[in-house]
């Protein structure tokens, strides 16, 4: 089983290029989420989707932007990538529309650096 | 808003020795409450979670974690360490029927020694 696919697993960026961070699952879970782990700092939320057509923000959406493009499919987007957005990037997932109480399912990762 | 916070960014315990990772959590009304762990160069997979149920909670692996409301905490134990358990532990919390966000505390770090 697939679970939660990510791609790129590396990314090197510029200051002020833009990238798509894509994520797919293949267990026709509602709600996807984007998160962002930095040292000293755990998991913060950019933004979820508790549902096909709908998006939230997260506790650090600035400087991002995503579409929940089917119920399989949520990307992530850089506009203008700055050197703080250097970091590991996880895309999750979980069945329910709303999950407060749902056991996440996690992809392997996008490590960013932006240079 | 709801939070936690876990006690110790490293934690080191010999083989065989009973771990003991600190999650205090901060909740108006009462949380959820989870357990996750991360190995080298993985994503996060669910050791156990809390839904109001029994206050101890047994996970995978051999831990478990008891919810205690007086103390507002929710600690990770597992009895007997294994070398294969060095990983990175993160607590997380979220809000019944409040929204759809799990928060995650900034991790603990555990070392084996041998």
């Known amino acids: 089983n697939a679970g939660v696919t990510q791609t790129p697993k590396f990314q090197v960026l510029k200051t002020g290029q833009s990238m798509t961070l894509q994520c797919a699952q293949d267990?026709?879970?509602?709600?996807m989420y984007w998160y962002r782990q930095d040292p000293g700092m755990g998991l913060r939320l950019i933004y979820y989707?508790?549902?096909?057509?709908?998006?939230d923000k997260g506790e650090v959406p600035n400087g991002y932007n995503v579409s929940r493009l089917n119920k399989r499919e949520f990307s992530l987007r850089l506009e203008s990538a700055a050197p703080s957005q250097t970091s590991v990037y996880f895309c999750?997932?979980?069945?329910?529309?709303?999950?407060?109480?749902?056991?996440?399912?996690f992809g392997s990762g996008t490590q960013l650096s932006v240079l | 808003a709801q939070s936690v916070t876990q006690l110790g960014s490293h934690v080191s315990v010999s083989e065989g020795a009973l771990v003991l990772l600190r999650c205090n959590y901060s909740s108006s009304v009462p949380p959820y409450l989870f357990w996750y762990v991360q190995y080298p160069n993985q994503g996060l997979q669910l050791l156990l979670k809390?839904?109001?149920?029994?206050?101890l909670v047994k996970g995978i692996n051999g831990f478990e974690a008891e919810f205690k409301k007086s103390e507002t905490s929710f600690h990770l134990t597992k009895p007997s360490a294994h070398m294969r358990d060095a990983a990175e532990y993160f607590c997380?919390?979220?809000?019944?029927?409040?929204?759809?966000?799990?928060?995650f505390g900034k991790g603990t770090r555990l070392h084996i020694l041998p």
């Open positions: 999750a997932s979980s069945e329910g529309r709303g999950s407060y109480n749902e056991k996440l399912f």
């Open positions: 989707s508790a549902s096909e057509g709908t998006t």
């Open positions: 267990m026709n879970h509602n709600s």
């Open positions: 809390y839904t109001s149920a029994a206050t």
């Open positions: 997380a919390v979220s809000v019944p029927n409040r929204d759809d966000k799990i928060i």
